[in-house]
Nanobody
């Protein structure tokens, strides 16, 4: 199995910055797309940003220009640098990864982290 462990959440004032990390471990043959999603109270989980293993990125309109997703393939880790944070960015942030677990199984399985709380408040 694959485990994803997020870190870096916390309380920050509006306009501040945070950097989230998510490390994948376990039985991993390869990792494809990785991404960050968030869920605010009373709302559905939404996409924040994704990145392919080649480095192509995609962002939600609400975070473009403020958030940057990156990854270190050697460490099976994805990052989310968040700047100019707003109160509406408050949510639990979840890491997601699509991984192959053996070289003979070409299917990719989707894995989720446990989530890390980000609170933007003065």
């Amino acid at each position: 199995q694959v485990q994803l462990v997020e870190s870096g959440g916390g309380l920050v004032q509006p306009g501040g910055s945070l950097r989230l990390s998510c490390a994948a471990s376990g039985t991993i043959f390869s990792i494809g797309n990785m991404g960050w999603y968030r869920q605010a109270p009373g709302k559905q989980r939404e996409l924040v940003a994704t990145i392919t293993n080649g480095g192509n990125t995609n962002y939600a309109d609400s975070v473009k220009g403020r958030f940057t997703i990156s990854r270190d393939n050697a460490k099976n880790t994805v990052y989310l640098q968040m700047s100019s944070l707003k109160p509406e960015d408050t949510a639990v942030y979840y890491c997601n990864a699509a991984a192959r677990i053996t070289p003979i199984d070409f299917r990719q399985y989707s894995y989720w982290g446990q989530g890390t709380q980000v609170t933007v408040s003065s």
